[in-house]
């Protein structure tokens, strides 16, 4: 049996048992260390949000209509950062005893199949609780970086850091998204990163982690004065000719239309801003017709089940994860002490979920454990 997170309704969150399915031929069975929650995707479908709730999403033409909702409650085996020990296997793909990142959803335990799950074995000097990066998470801010990349070197992208190198890069959002891609940027070699959000803890990590920052308002409506404006700081600090002025890329990392309004006040003229964020609201506040239109910008999604045209073969998922690795062990310690700010045991997952959902508090990066005492927690 497993234990398995469920969303009941908007707001109900609770664990329900699960039967496992028998170990079958070539398949081998995990028992769940660590499972990463993703406080952005995974809480709008406690609050209600996300746009699967409301729509049928039509892969073929690659729409989302009117129609009966492609997700509905109960809503289970959502998260996509999860660390299993191989207790059984019947397979050689992996060996009993082994470490593995997966994405299978908040449970406590799952048997899985090597020819339709993804798992990448974890090296044995890596902290267990930054595996929850490998599989998923990692490779999604890696894949912005690789756009960035892919923008200013097309089919000629050789390292994963070509795009930033030399370059002076703004991250808006100071989430795990922002703080891993800020990571990404640095290791890649960028002349500067800086890091832009509207909390002050938030910006404490990031400059924990080695980035600059700059604090921004919440007040979407208030135009902020130039000494408030980290448009007018940057663009003053980063000269490149007269009249070009500004970030050489963006990488828009939070989910609010006002941040990405601020993400193509940064740029230079002719400059990229990478989206990874998930927008469940209008676009009200972007105002494609002032800093977008009148600098010729450039606006690129970047999701993980897209790499850039022309780069799939060289650069598929296993190249990413292989890089998030080895960012992890550049940046381990200060991911562990900086950005995991909570360790909760799974029976208290439930009342975790919901309390972040309503905002009764705030975390970076919450862990579920099978042993918070162990983890520290």
């Known amino acids: 049996m497993s234990d398995l997170l469920s969303i ?112 990448v074995e974890l090296p044995d000097d890596l902290d267990p609780m930054l595996g929850i990066y490998v599989a998923h998470m990692g490779p999604i801010c890696a894949n912005g970086l690789l756009h960035a990349a892919h923008d200013l070197h097309g089919p000629a992208v050789g390292q994963l850091g070509d ?62 004065a130039a000494e408030d404006d980290p448009a007018v700081t940057l663009k003053r600090r980063w000269r490149h000719a007269p009249g070009d002025r500004g970030a050489d890329v963006v990488f828009q990392c939070r989910g609010q239309t006002r941040a990405l309004a601020l993400g193509l006040r940064l740029l230079r003229p002719q400059g990229t801003l990478v989206d990874l964020a998930f927008y469940t609201q209008g676009a009200d506040e972007v105002r494609l017709g002032e800093e977008f239109h009148h600098n010729g910008l450039t606006l690129r999604c970047a999701q993980i089940g897209r790499v850039p045209r022309g780069l799939a073969h060289a650069w598929d998922r296993e190249r990413l994860s292989h890089e998030t690795v080895t ?29 972040l959902a309503a905002r009764r508090r705030q975390t970076v990066q919450a862990v579920l454990c099978d042993d918070v005492e162990d983890e520290g927690g």
């Open 8 to 119: 009941e309704a908007p707001g109900e969150v609770c664990l329900v048992e699960e039967k496992l399915p028998d170990l079958p031929e070539g398949g081998f069975m995990v028992a769940t260390t660590h499972s990463g929650i993703s406080a952005g995707t995974e809480l709008t479908y406690v609050k209600g949000t996300n746009p699967y709730l409301g729509s049928t999403w039509d892969p073929a033409l690659g729409l989302f209509l009117q129609g009966t909702p492609s997700v509905e409650y109960p809503v289970r085996g959502i998260g996509y950062m999860q660390v299993g020990l191989v207790t059984e296997t019947r397979t050689r793909a992996v060996r009993e005893g082994a470490l593995v990142a997966m994405c299978y959803g908040h449970r406590t335990a799952y048997v899985a199949d090597p020819m339709q799950d993804r798992f």
């Open 163 to 224: 795009g930033v190198r030399g370059r002076r890069v703004v991250v808006v959002g100071a989430g795990v998204v922002g703080l891993l891609t800020a990571c990404f940027a640095m290791s890649g070699g960028a002349a500067e990163v800086v890091v832009v959000d509207e909390t002050p803890a938030r910006l404490a990590v990031a400059e924990a982690l080695g980035a600059n920052v700059l604090a921004v308002g919440d007040d979407a409506a208030a135009t902020p």
């Open 327 to 355: 960012l992890l062990r550049e940046h381990g310690p200060r991911l562990r002490e900086h950005v995991i700010t909570d360790v909760v045991g799974f029976p208290d997952a439930p009342q975790f979920l919901a309390d």
